[in-house]
């Protein structure tokens, strides 16, 4: 993926909000599956992103008052872990 590539995808992530938990999939309108794939692994690696399950990742905020970065909301995760397997479409 080019770097242009991965700053679209990191762009269009922070758009999403601190609440979003997203696929793969659901950056298909940037690059093939497999490129997303590998940007997004990169991007958890270097800590911009938390990878909850796999394939399933959360970009969250850091609380001051927590000391420890948010959780992501489990209704989020259900419903992207629900894209995950085509239970149902992206919403995205």
Request: net charge positive; hydrophobic share 40%; with cysteine.
């Amino acid at each position: 993926m080019r770097l242009n590539n991965t700053k679209k995808l990191f762009t269009q992530i922070q758009a999403l909000g601190n609440e979003s938990v997203f696929i793969a999939n659901d950056f298909t309108d940037i690059s093939d599956y497999e490129t997303i794939r590998k940007a997004l692994n990169r991007l958890a690696e270097k800590g911009r992103l938390q990878k909850i399950l796999r394939g399933v990742y959360f970009c969250s905020n850091f609380s001051n008052f927590l000391q420890e970065y948010e959780a992501p909301s489990p209704h989020e995760v259900a419903l992207a872990i629900a894209r995950k397997f085509n239970f149902i479409k992206a919403v995205i």
